[in-house]
C-alpha cells in the first residue's frame, strides 16, 4: 500500500521538450525545478491551491539568471523558496518576504530562464500527461500570442518529443496550435 502523496499540475512549455528536454510519460520520476509566476493562473487555470512556507534566497547573479522579467534590479520582489513537504518551488516574493506564500494555478518547469541552478530540484512520479492546444491571434505582422482562457487539454501517455507543427492560413487573424504540455506530478509516495 502505497502512502497518499500530494499531487500538483505541472506546465512544461513545448520548446523546452523540443531542445533539450525529455518529453515527459505517464509513470516517469523526474528531478525538475519548478518555479511559479501567478500568471500562469489566468493563461491556465486549475483548481490547484497550495499555502507554502517561504525562504529567502541569496541574490542570484544577473549574468547567469534571467527571470522573465519578473525579478528586476530595484523591484519590491526578492527570490524565495516555496516549500510544502518535499515540493520546492521558485517563487518571486513581495517585500517584505511574508512567512508563507498561496500558489495557485499551475507550476513550471524549466531548466532554461526562470528557475536559478540555485532552485532545489522536486522529485516526482508522472501521473498523467495532457497536450495543451491554444487559440493565437495575429499581433502584427511580426507575431502570434495564446489568447487567455482559450486551452484546450487532450490526455495522452506521453508528450512527443516536437510538438506538432500547423501554420495559419493566409490571411487568417486566429488559428489553433498544440504547443505545451500539463502533467500531474505526484510527490512524495515513494518508491521513485
Not at 505541472?10 to 523526474?30: K, L, M, N, R, Y
Not at 532545489?120 to 501521473?127: D, H, K, S, Y
Not at 504547443?179 to 506530478?185: A, E, G, N
Request: charged share 20%.
Amino acid at each position: 500500500m502505497r502512502a497518499a502523496g500530494l499531487t500538483v499540475p505541472v506546465f512544461v512549455t513545448g520548446w523546452q521538450i523540443e531542445c533539450c528536454g525529455i518529453p515527459p510519460a505517464e509513470g516517469d520520476g523526474v528531478s525538475w525545478r519548478l518555479d511559479w509566476n501567478p500568471g500562469y493562473t489566468t493563461i491556465l487555470p486549475t483548481d490547484f491551491a497550495l499555502t507554502a512556507r517561504l525562504e529567502r534566497m541569496p541574490p542570484l547573479d544577473p549574468d547567469t539568471w534571467y527571470a522573465d522579467g519578473r525579478q528586476l534590479p530595484g523591484s519590491e520582489s526578492a527570490p524565495a523558496i516555496a516549500r510544502a513537504g518535499p515540493l520546492s518551488v521558485f517563487v518571486c516574493a513581495p517585500l517584505p518576504i511574508p512567512a508563507e506564500i498561496r500558489l495557485t494555478g499551475v507550476l513550471h518547469e524549466d531548466h532554461h530562464i526562470d528557475s536559478p541552478p540555485e532552485t532545489p530540484l522536486t522529485t516526482g512520479r508522472i501521473a498523467r500527461v495532457r497536450l495543451v492546444s491554444w487559440d493565437y491571434r495575429q499581433l502584427d505582422d511580426r507575431g502570434w500570442e495564446a489568447v487567455d482562457g482559450s486551452a484546450q487539454l487532450t490526455d495522452v501517455w506521453a508528450a512527443p518529443k516536437h510538438m506538432p507543427r500547423t501554420s495559419p492560413r493566409r490571411g487568417a487573424l486566429r488559428w489553433r496550435q498544440i504547443s505545451d504540455v500539463l502533467v500531474d506530478l505526484e510527490i512524495g509516495a515513494p518508491p521513485w
